[in-house]
């Protein structure tokens, strides 16, 4: 019962926080996140890294054995005359069905790359993470919260793209808050969702030059012969937790810790030795 009051008590001050951002805006510097999240990663990058290989190779282990039963078509275009065929297979059954076992897996995985923000705050909090925390929201009760949130950010964002693109585009952007919120919070799915539009909607150009950040790091990755990725993929993840503490905070501090990493964190932290 104490623990339910603290946790209504927090996202009580959570729910004001972003009453303020609403009316006054924020100041953000996608520069200083980065570079807080460059400090963070150093600190777990082995756990991230593993989070996003386990998440690879499990979901490329399941589309694999999808694939040997669903047959998906190669929209391959030899000429002008194969794009009303290409148009007629991408609308087909078989391939919407792929489609959407394809994000309800990612959707059932998303608990693992989303623990990298967990251990991002861990780490922030002056503690150290463990191999079991690559795993905890299948056991705190955050599994179903982050899976509907994460199929509701895609199902949304979809009907935006499909409504002229823009809102989709839009709605992407603005979104990149809302699994933070359920993962730091009690807020339920749209909850979640309409607090990081209503905050990023008011401050959306900090909001899409930080995206446009996350693609340019994304980008370099893949340049790196795919292998930086691995760091890219953590890095965003950790960049985008940064972007949550800078803006609200996290636990029932009314004010972020990021700044407060000190060099004890660094000693005690058996992968900075």
């Known amino acids: 019962m104490r623990k339910s009051k603290k946790y209504k008590t927090m996202d009580n001050k959570v729910r004001q926080r972003i009453e303020e951002i609403k009316q006054r805006g924020v100041s953000i510097s996608v520069g200083d996140i980065f570079s807080k999240s460059w400090d963070i990663f150093s600190g777990i990058a082995l756990y991230a890294i593993l989070a996003i290989v386990i998440t690879f190779a499990i979901s ?6 999808m694939g040997l039963f669903i047959s ?3 929209f391959v275009i030899s000429d002008m005359s194969d794009v009303d065929e290409v148009y007629a297979e991408a609308l087909s059954p078989l391939v919407w069905v792929s489609n959407i076992i394809s994000v309800v897996v990612a959707a059932a995985l998303a608990p693992i790359n989303i623990s990298i923000l967990s251990m991002a705050k861990k780490f922030n909090k002056h ?3 463990d191999f079991s925390d690559l795993f905890v929201h299948y056991k705190d009760g955050k599994f179903g919260v982050i899976f509907t949130t994460y199929l509701a950010i895609q199902f949304l964002g979809l009907i935006g793209v499909l409504l002229c693109i823009v809102p989709g585009f839009i709605f ?3 979104s990149i808050l809302a699994i933070p919120f359920v993962l730091f919070t009690n807020f ?7 607090s990081s539009v209503s905050i990023l909607f008011k401050n959306f150009g900090s909001a899409f030059v930080f995206c446009l950040a996350c693609i340019g790091v994304a980008i370099l990755g893949a340049l790196a012969c795919g292998v930086g990725l691995l760091v890219a993929m953590p890095l965003i993840y950790i960049a985008t937790y940064v972007l949550y503490e800078t803006i609200i905070g996290t636990d029932d501090n009314e004010q972020s810790e990021i700044d407060q990493i000190g060099t004890d964190i660094y000693k005690d932290n058996p992968y900075m030795k």
């Not at 490329?60 to 054995?65: E, S």
């Open 127 to 129: 503690q150290n993470p």
């Open 72 to 74: 998906v078509p190669s």
């Open 188 to 194: 339920t799915t749209m909850e979640a969702i309409k």
């Open 172 to 174: 992407y952007v603005t």
């Open 60 to 65: 490329f282990a399941i589309n694999f054995i």
